[in-house]
């Protein structure tokens, strides 16, 4: 019984018994224009999701554009690797966007479509540093699909570096 617990203890500890996958999004905003209250609203959807679609659903709450830049946090997990996963991201007058000048035809919008960012128990990560010139008004821009060797995971480094082996095109994570 003891072994059955210490392997069990064992597994947690060194998270090789993981059954999931964890992406984690960090994504550095802007400051607000001067004199315009900004707020930044970021919706994550996983699964085959119109982009076009407006995916305002239940309570949002955005988070305002101070003096300088900031980097905010996002994690998404999932059991299934091949799990799409999608990010809007809007910049509103409002903090729920739900402004007249928030409306989905007005609203600036940049948005995100990832080839593949879940390895079974691995975390990757992905950074980006956005800007009001990215955003399209109107809220319906193509996203930009983001390439999986671009998502660091399994060996070090930072966002300069590709992430697949150069001889093969694997992901260090597969």
Not at 99 to 117: H, I, Q, S
Not at 141 to 152: G, K, L, N, Q, S
Request: proline share 5%; hydrophobic share 35%; net charge negative.
């Amino acid at each position: 019984m003891r072994g059955v617990v210490f392997s069990s203890l064992l597994c947690l500890l060194t998270g090789g018994c993981a059954r999931n996958a964890v992406f984690e999004i960090d994504l550095t905003v802007p400051a607000a224009p001067a004199g315009t209250p900004r707020f930044v609203v970021v919706d994550v959807e996983t699964g085959d999701v119109a982009f076009e679609d407006d995916w305002r659903s239940g309570a949002r709450t955005g988070t305002p554009l101070g003096e300088m830049p900031q980097t905010l946090h996002y994690s998404v997990v999932s059991e299934n690797p091949e799990t799409v996963v999608q990010m809007k991201v809007q910049f509103c007058v409002s903090a729920n966007c739900s402004a007249l000048e928030d409306a989905p035809d007005r609203v600036a919008t940049v948005g995100y479509r990832f080839e593949r960012v879940f390895y079974v128990g691995q975390r990757t990560r992905w950074r980006t540093e956005l800007d009001f010139d990215a955003a399209t008004a109107g809220g319906t821009a193509t996203p930009t699909e983001v390439d999986r060797c671009d998502i660091e995971g399994c060996i070090e480094g930072s966002g300069d570096t590709s992430f697949c082996r150069l001889t093969t095109g694997e992901h260090y994570c597969e």
